[in-house]
T-cell receptor
Framework: GNSVTQMEGPVTLSEEAFLTINCTYTATGYPSLFWYVQYPGEGLQLLLKATKADDKGSNKGFEATYRKETTSFHLEKGSVQVSDSAVYFCALRGGSGGTSYGKLTFGQGTILTVHP | DGGITQSPKYLFRKEGQNVTLSCEQNLNHDAMYWYRQDPGQGLRLIYYSQIVNDFQKGDIAEGYSVSREKKESFPLTVTSAQKNPTAFYLC?????????????FGPGTRLTVT
């Protein structure tokens, strides 16, 4: 079945530092890939997505590139802010049909804390 | 504003009682989903519905039940058969089941059972 693995957290950075959160996946067919962000006590918000190989999703300074050859979708930001402190989830949505079709499969989440 | 509403935000129940969590969307989405989130874990799918009057079990459906009588509404009942019901419950919706469609999430309901 489909699976997503994120780097272990928590991640603690100083403001303006460079951020990378690693995400790798296992899936059949051609999944779409997503990054969601969750602020304390809230639901998930879509941060960015990519639907095919070599696509780059970007939003609010965050970027991730769909790498089929390495089955990865790493999240990056050049300069983090205190307001970026949250939990980040990598997810995939399968496209091969069968019981996996349309379901979101999540990684375990990475807690990011940014200090001033 | 279009979106997904879940109520209440916090819910407390005694063990042995059934409890129903509300989820309403005004996005005109066909597909709706229920997820459970436990501390330090990703989200796990409980049930999903692709269309009115149809729903399927997700990965952890035991002890839960749902209905989909209206397009806008997808309530989740946590029954007394659920062994460990205390968790954060998230409802989501999507235009359809295609892999390219993102899911939109509600604010969640935190259920505590004692």
């Amino acid at each position: 079945g489909n699976s997503v693995t994120q780097m272990e957290g928590p991640v603690t950075l100083s403001e303006e530092a460079f951020l990378t959160i690693n995400c790798t996946y296992t899936a059949t067919g051609y999944p779409s890939l997503f990054w969601y962000v969750q602020y304390p006590g809230e639901g998930l918000q879509l941060l960015l997505k990519a639907t095919k190989a070599d696509d780059k999703g970007s939003n609010k300074g965050f970027e991730a590139t769909y790498r089929k050859e390495t089955t990865s979708f790493h999240l990056e930001k050049g300069s983090v802010q205190v307001s970026d402190s949250a939990v980040y989830f990598c997810a995939l949505r399968g496209g091969s049909g069968g019981t996996s079709y349309g379901k979101l499969t999540f990684g375990q989440g990475t807690i990011l804390t940014v200090h001033p | 504003d279009g979106g997904i509403t879940q109520s209440p935000k916090y819910l407390f129940r005694k063990e042995g009682q059934n409890v129903t969590l509300s989820c309403e969307q005004n996005l005109n989405h066909d597909a709706m989903y229920w997820y459970r989130q436990d501390p330090g874990q990703g989200l796990r799918l409980i049930y999903y519905s692709q269309i009115v009057n149809d729903f399927q079990k997700g990965d952890i459906a035991e002890g839960y039940s749902v209905s989909r009588e209206k397009k806008e509404s997808f309530p989740l009942t946590v029954t007394s058969a659920q062994k460990n019901p205390t968790a954060f419950y998230l409802c989501a919706s999507s235009i359809g089941q295609s892999r390219s469609y993102e899911q939109y999430f509600g604010p969640g309901t935190r259920l505590t059972v004692t």
